[in-house]
């Protein structure tokens, strides 16, 4: 029933648009055909406009009622219960009796008895929801259809629809950019505040200089364990590395084969099968690594007289870096293609041939980019979750052999916030200290990645 409301009002919004568009786009027309007079913008502007002012009393009447509807509704269905029932029930049975009058109103049944009272109050409510819906369609379309004619008569030779319409879409597009900025200010002031309340119970200093990660999940009160970051931070940085070491050789190789080697039929087919790396889901890496890398590694381990864990830094790093290969070889690619053809022919008509003129050329101008790439393909794998949490083990020990299993920040967070938490207690505040250290190390790392690409960055006309 809800998705066939929403439809039924998003297509008389659809055609109270378009009627309105056409309504303004024929009026102009008419009075530049019947009068001659040269009017100060275009028709479409005096289309748009007039669909712009539909648009607004339609929306604010559903935002109205997306505010107030779920209240008048549930107050209405609170007035099918009887009161001697109603004053038996606390709070969250008045809800359970809330949800199940609801639900026999949606048509999709509730298990067990019916009270007496429930079949004709869940009537009740379906009916009271059918006129509610009505109303406010009619009020959308009632709205809409005034805006229209009020709009449509304010169009003459003399109005500025242009210089309107591109205001309001400024202001829309400023809207949006508010909203990217106030969501990324609300992440880190959430992130702060349950941090600060993490460290009144942990010192700051044994969070993050503590060697030890031992969390006291049972509860026990004034006894909160262990939480020093340092294991889980080394494990995080062993993987990365190892993941790195991996990506970039083998991206930066790729990126540039593709641009300089390839023919441009095998470059139009290579790079998209390359790029498909980066749309498999990060969960079926760890699949992989958990099911196929992880034994394999442990076998070589054996022939070679080595003991690897099949859960360990390596393979979580090895399985990392091939899902990185796509991301690093994109970036060094385009930065590769951006270096002015002038260079390479001047250094050819030296003499270079053309893998001294990559070495001694094309890298170094292409240098503060392919750098810049590798920065943000790093701040990729530190914040990886999926992989390291089937491939790297969940060991919190500090250790710096990669062989044996490890754990991450990434990983602790999803430990620390898995069952039912009251986030008034260290054991899940936790969480967001991780999560804020996890977000100033990516901060930095990105800042600096910008840093390099603006001050090395080459300037060519």
Same mark, same amino acid.
Request: charged share 10%; glycine share 8%.
């Given at each position: 029933?809800?998705?066939? &409301?929403?439809?039924?009002?998003?297509?008389?919004?659809?055609?109270?648009?378009?009627?309105?568009?056409?309504?303004?786009?024929?009026?102009?027309?008419?009075?530049?055909?019947?009068?001659?007079?040269?009017?100060?913008?275009?028709?479409?502007?005096?289309?748009?406009?007039?669909?712009?002012?539909?648009?607004?009393?339609?929306?604010?009447?559903?935002?109205?009622?997306?505010?107030?509807?779920?209240?008048?509704?549930?107050?209405?269905?609170?007035?099918? #219960?009887?009161?001697?029932?109603?004053?038996?029930?606390?709070?969250?049975?008045?809800?359970?009796?809330?949800?199940?009058? +609801?639900?026999?109103?949606?048509?999709?049944?509730?298990?067990?008895?019916?009270? !007496?009272? *429930?079949?004709?109050?869940?009537?009740?409510?379906?009916?009271?929801?059918?006129?509610?819906?009505? #109303?406010?369609?009619?009020?959308?379309?009632?709205?809409?259809?005034?805006?229209?004619?009020?709009?449509?008569?304010?169009?003459?030779? =003399?109005?500025?629809? =242009?210089?309107?319409? *591109?205001?309001?879409?400024?202001?829309?597009?400023?809207?949006?950019?508010?909203?990217?900025?106030?969501?990324?200010?609300?992440?880190?002031?959430?992130?702060?505040? *349950?941090?600060?309340?993490?460290?009144?119970?942990?010192?700051?200093?044994?969070?993050?200089?503590?060697?030890?990660?031992?969390?006291?999940?049972?509860?026990?009160?004034?006894? $909160?364990?262990?939480?020093?970051?340092?294991?889980?931070?080394?494990?995080?940085?062993?993987?990365? %590395?190892?993941?790195?070491?991996?990506?970039?050789? #083998?991206?930066?190789?790729?990126? #540039? $084969?593709?641009?300089?080697?390839?023919?441009? =039929?095998?470059?139009?087919?290579?790079? !998209?099968?390359?790029?498909?790396?980066?749309?498999?889901?990060?969960?079926?890496?760890?699949?992989?690594?958990?099911?196929?890398?992880?034994?394999?590694?442990?076998?070589?381990?054996?022939?070679?007289?080595?003991?690897?864990?099949?859960?360990?830094?390596?393979?979580?790093?090895?399985?990392?870096?091939?899902?990185?290969? !796509?991301?690093?070889?994109?970036?060094?690619?385009?930065?590769?293609?951006?270096?002015?053809?002038?260079?390479?022919?001047?250094?050819?008509?030296?003499?270079?041939?053309?893998? *001294?003129?990559? =070495?001694?050329?094309?890298?170094?101008?292409?240098?503060?980019?392919?750098?810049? %790439?590798?920065?943000?393909?790093?701040?990729?794998?530190?914040?990886?979750?999926?992989?390291?949490?089937?491939?790297?083990?969940?060991?919190?020990?500090?250790?710096?052999?990669?062989?044996?299993?490890? %754990?991450?920040?990434?990983?602790?967070?999803?430990?620390?916030?898995?069952?039912?938490?009251?986030?008034?207690?260290? +054991?899940?505040?936790?969480?967001?200290?991780?999560?804020?250290?996890?977000?100033?190390?990516?901060?930095?790392? &990105?800042?600096?990645?910008?840093?390099?690409?603006?001050?090395?960055?080459?300037? $060519?006309?």
């Amino acid at each position: 029933m809800t998705q066939l &409301n929403s439809f039924i009002i998003a297509a008389l919004l659809i055609v109270l648009l378009g009627f309105a568009y056409q309504s303004g786009w024929a009026r102009s027309r008419k009075l530049v055909t019947a009068n001659g007079v040269k009017i100060h913008s275009r028709s479409q502007y005096h289309g748009a406009l007039v669909a712009i002012w539909v648009l607004i009393p339609a929306l604010l009447i559903l935002g109205l009622w997306a505010f107030f509807g779920p209240n008048i509704t549930r107050a209405f269905t609170v007035t099918q #219960i009887p009161a001697d029932v109603v004053a038996t029930l606390d709070q969250p049975a008045l809800n359970a009796a809330i949800q199940r009058l +609801q639900a026999l109103a949606s048509g999709y049944g509730v298990s067990g008895d019916l009270a !007496p009272y *429930e079949q004709g109050a869940g009537a009740a409510l379906r009916n009271f929801q059918l006129v509610t819906f009505l #109303i406010v369609l009619a009020a959308v379309a009632v709205a809409g259809i005034l805006a229209l004619l009020f709009a449509r008569s304010r169009i003459d030779a =003399r109005l500025r629809a =242009r210089t309107h319409v *591109e205001r309001i879409i400024n202001l829309l597009l400023l809207a949006c950019s508010a909203v990217a900025i106030l969501t990324t200010v609300g992440i880190v002031a959430s992130l702060l505040t *349950e941090a600060l309340r993490f460290f009144t119970f942990i010192s700051p200093f044994d969070f993050f200089f503590g060697t030890v990660w031992q969390p006291n999940n049972s509860g026990t009160a004034g006894n $909160y364990g262990s939480y020093g970051i340092l294991p889980l931070l080394s494990g995080t940085l062993m993987i990365t %590395a190892i993941a790195m070491l991996v990506a970039v050789p #083998i991206g930066l190789m790729a990126a #540039i $084969y593709l641009s300089q080697y390839a023919h441009h =039929r095998l470059r139009a087919f290579a790079k !998209p099968i390359i790029e498909i790396l980066a749309g498999i889901p990060t969960i079926v890496f760890g699949f992989l690594a958990l099911v196929t890398v992880g034994p394999f590694l442990r076998d070589v381990g054996n022939l070679v007289g080595l003991d690897i864990s099949a859960t360990s830094a390596l393979t979580a790093g090895i399985v990392m870096g091939i899902m990185i290969i !796509p991301f690093v070889s994109s970036l060094s690619d385009d930065i590769l293609n951006q270096v002015p053809r002038t260079l390479r022919d001047g250094a050819y008509g030296l003499g270079a041939t053309k893998s *001294e003129t990559i =070495r001694n050329v094309l890298l170094p101008a292409a240098l503060p980019g392919i750098v810049g %790439a590798f920065l943000l393909a790093v701040s990729r794998a530190i914040g990886e979750t999926m992989i390291v949490v089937l491939a790297a083990g969940n060991s919190p020990v500090l250790r710096g052999n990669p062989f044996e299993p490890v %754990a991450t920040i990434t990983v602790s967070i999803v430990n620390q916030l898995t069952g039912d938490t009251d986030f008034a207690g260290p +054991q899940s505040l936790v969480a967001f200290a991780l999560g804020l250290t996890l977000f100033v190390i990516t901060l930095l790392l &990105n800042v600096f990645a910008l840093y390099i690409v603006r001050r090395f960055r080459e300037q $060519y006309e």
